[in-house]
């Protein structure tokens, strides 16, 4: 057996859920001196542009979880205020990108998945979405972990999908069939000037929680049933959120994957999967 087969296999059978959780409590945990010495190991291995972030001392930071989802210094991701071009909405590289043919996406070479199993199963949410775009985009350890708007949105609906949590790297993607749709996730589904748009925030691996500005954590708890959270145009319970600003967070790395409906906007020149990304730059143009 070859070394990245032996990592396939390894994935199979570890407890991915108990190991998560176990990562989660210590990422969250004040270890004082023990914790800055394990971001600055961190910021080495990985190596990571502190002077782009708000606060570049190490020290600051309590836990690890306030280190992963840093906040960066104003003005550094300057946005495409274009009404007409969606911006990309995180750091990280483009794993795969466009159509959306008979339901089904591309999650690599040889491997399609199911839109309608990755937004929770129900027709009713696919359906705009049908013959439409998609974009996966893969979030390093290296990279900045907040998840901002794209194009500006109305939250019509959250879901959290229960699932597994393998690893989502390139090499995982390659190895493992239906993997985002296998995973836990959470589901975001807007109103925009575009029509509908899905922003879909995939579990992984020692992602200790997936967050959003409007509910908190989301995950943890997992659960084995899907959930859904319907919300208002208007109102005190309405979510309104212009592009740029910030929809979510990961403690600790995954993936973003957006989709929207048929001519609505078209990928820009460029746009390939292995592009590095960076938020608020653009992506794609309304049609």
């Not at 590289?93 to 339901?103: F, H, T």
């Not at 048929?262 to 820009?268: C, G, R, T, V, W």
Request: glycine share 8%; hydrophobic share 45%; with cysteine.
């Amino acid at each position: 057996m070859n070394l990245d087969k032996f990592k396939i296999a390894m994935q199979y059978a570890m407890p991915k859920h108990a190991i998560s959780r176990l990562v989660g409590k210590l990422a969250a945990a004040q270890a004082g001196a023990l914790t800055t010495q394990l971001i600055k190991l961190f910021i080495k291995q990985y190596k990571i542009n502190m002077r782009e972030a708000l606060y570049e001392d190490p020290a600051h930071y309590k836990t690890f979880n306030e280190f992963f989802t840093r906040p960066l210094k104003p003005g550094i991701r300057p946005l495409a205020e274009d009404e007409h071009i969606v911006a990309h909405p995180v750091d990280g590289a483009i794993s795969q990108l466009g159509d959306v043919v008979d339901g089904q996406i591309i999650q690599a070479k040889g491997h399609d998945y199911s839109l309608q199993t990755l937004l929770g199963g129900k027709e009713d949410d696919v359906s705009p979405f049908l013959g439409g775009k998609f974009a996966c985009i893969y979030l390093a350890p290296k990279d900045y972990h907040r998840i901002h708007m794209p194009v500006d949105g109305v939250l019509k609906r959250m879901i959290y999908v229960p699932g597994d949590l393998f690893s989502v790297n390139p090499l995982t993607a390659q190895n493992v069939p239906n993997l985002f749709a296998r995973n836990e996730r959470v589901v975001a589904i807007f109103d925009t000037a575009m029509g509908p748009l899905a922003m879909v925030l995939v579990g992984a691996t020692i992602v200790a929680s997936i967050e959003t500005i409007w509910a908190g954590t989301v995950t943890p708890p997992a659960g084995k049933d899907v959930f859904s959270w319907d919300y208002p145009e208007s109102g005190t319970n309405a979510v309104h959120l212009k592009k740029g600003e910030e929809m979510g967070r990961f403690k600790l790395g995954s993936t973003v994957i957006l989709a929207w409906g048929a001519n609505e906007a078209d990928f820009l020149e460029g746009e390939l999967p292995e592009t590095t990304t960076r938020m608020g730059t653009p992506f794609a143009q309304k049609v």
